[in-house]
């Protein structure tokens, strides 16, 4: 079984910074799988559909969405099967609850996700 675990939101003022981690376990999606998967943070306001934040690829090319480019960055790091979002100078439009998941998502399960709260 797959398992999604992401970490590290909280409450962040804004212009400050956080980073969120998301760290994939099982037998079948880490190692190897989760090498050649291209990788995505998602993000999901109250009352909003979710929305795709950042990918990364499996040779770590990334894209941005552009309410993000500039203050966001996506990295991995492959021997420890994890995904961060380093988070710069957030804004309080950026409060939403923060997922990881393939990308596109192929049907592995999502995880519970991180509550980001951007506030003075």
């Known amino acids: 079984q797959v398992q999604l675990v992401e970490s590290g939101g909280g409450l962040v003022q804004p212009g400050g910074s956080l980073r969120l981690s998301c760290v994939a376990s099982?037998?079948?999606?880490?190692?190897?799988?989760?090498?050649?998967?291209?990788m995505g943070w998602y993000r999901q306001a109250p009352g909003n559909q979710r929305e795709l934040v950042a990918s990364?690829?499996?040779?770590?090319?990334?894209n941005y969405a552009d309410s993000v480019k500039g203050r966001f960055t996506i990295s991995r790091d492959n021997d420890k099967n994890t995904v961060y979002l380093q988070m710069n100078s957030p804004k309080p439009e950026d409060t939403a609850v923060y997922f990881c998941?393939?990308?596109?998502?192929?049907?592995?399960?999502w995880g519970q996700g991180t509550q980001v709260t951007v506030s003075s």
């Open positions: 998941n393939q990308f596109p998502p192929t049907g592995t399960d």
């Open positions: 990364i690829t499996h040779g770590s090319n990334t």
């Open positions: 099982g037998r079948i999606f880490t190692g190897i799988i989760f090498r050649i998967s291209n």
